[in-house]
């Protein structure tokens, strides 16, 4: 009977298979690798020791740096200093990291001056592009411009959604139209803004005042009258002119919120002012930590006191 003939019934068991298998080898180690696998694990004789080793000696004394500080580069030398590129921005540099400044002297331009270059660029060759447009702009020669322009009105502001017939549906009720046009650009998309002409002057004026602010297909038109051709020199804005918009900057809230402390504006040449202010009648819980939190939405808070009261 075989050794491995056990194994072959029910109820395998590999650890009694890996015993049977190092029995086999008949080695006597406990691994039951064979003596060629064994002798290549086997420590190797140990490195003689060496105590006779002479070392070269130093013929020339120490000498000290100062006799060649004078031969160093100073502020002024080309080694020192060397000079600037002529491509390279000026001074204060704009580093994303900030400590890239003191860590290394970098002549060409960084990712934020790369993009501040860029946008300059850019605003430049816009400006070009408009003056140049401004010299030739006439309105009165626009093949596409017609009607009277004393009973036109420009709707701005309008969705792309918007067609001929929703604005005709939208103004029929100042008056009678005699003509609707939603101006689009070179790929036949809307630009946003119509013109719109009607029979009668009187119905222009209505229509002036009263569609103003009006919603059209959720959006809040604007109504003028047409300045193109009824006002001299006049430019769209996209060549530099228009009557423009309000800024994209953000503005201090019209309506001041409740419970907001009220802030003085600064005054050039004013006495200081006393920003402090007191709160009474708290409950003996509230501390410090507790008025921080109430008013941590005012960023100009810099300190807060709790006082007992005798």
């Known amino acids: 009977m075989d050794r491995f003939d056990r194994f072959k019934k029910g109820g395998f068991n590999r650890q009694a298979a890996v015993k049977a298998l190092k029995e086999s080898v008949q080695t006597g180690h406990k691994t039951g690798l064979p003596p060629q696998l064994l002798a290549l694990f086997n420590p190797r004789a140990q490195l003689p020791a060496v105590t006779d080793i002479k070392k070269p000696k130093i013929k020339l004394p120490y000498t000290g740096l100062a006799p060649y500080v004078t031969e160093f580069a100073g502020e002024g030398d080309v080694d020192y200093q060397p000079p600037r590129n002529e491509d390279r921005p000026p001074s204060p540099r704009l580093f994303r990291n900030r400590e890239l400044a003191a860590q290394a002297r970098v002549d060409t331009e960084t990712k934020i001056e790369k993009k501040i270059r860029l946008t300059k660029w850019k605003l430049e060759e816009a400006e070009r592009e408009a ?39 939208e103004f029929e009720e100042y008056g009678p139209i005699k003509r609707v046009r939603i101006v689009s650009d070179k790929q036949g998309k809307p630009r946003g803004y119509a013109f719109i002409e009607f029979e009668h002057k009187a119905d222009m004026k209505e229509a002036y005042k009263a569609a103003d602010g009006k919603k059209i297909e959720g959006r809040r038109i604007l109504v003028d009258v047409e300045r193109g051709r009824t006002v001299e020199n006049w430019k769209p804005r996209r060549l530099g002119g ?69």
């Open 242 to 310: 228009g009557l423009g918009a309000p800024g994209r900057e953000p503005k201090p809230p019209k309506k001041q919120r409740p419970g907001a402390l009220p802030v003085a504006s600064p005054v050039v040449g004013a006495p200081p002012v006393d920003d402090r202010y007191s709160l009474g009648l708290l409950g003996r819980e509230v501390w410090s930590r507790v008025l921080v939190w109430w008013y941590h939405d005012y960023r100009s808070l810099t300190n807060v006191r709790c006082k007992a009261m005798g």
């Open 131 to 169: 003056r140049e447009k401004a010299k030739t702009f006439d309105p009165n020669k626009d093949p596409k411009i017609e009607g009277d322009p004393y009973k036109t009105i420009i709707v701005a502001r309008l969705s792309y959604d918007v067609t001929d017939r929703k604005l005709r549906r």
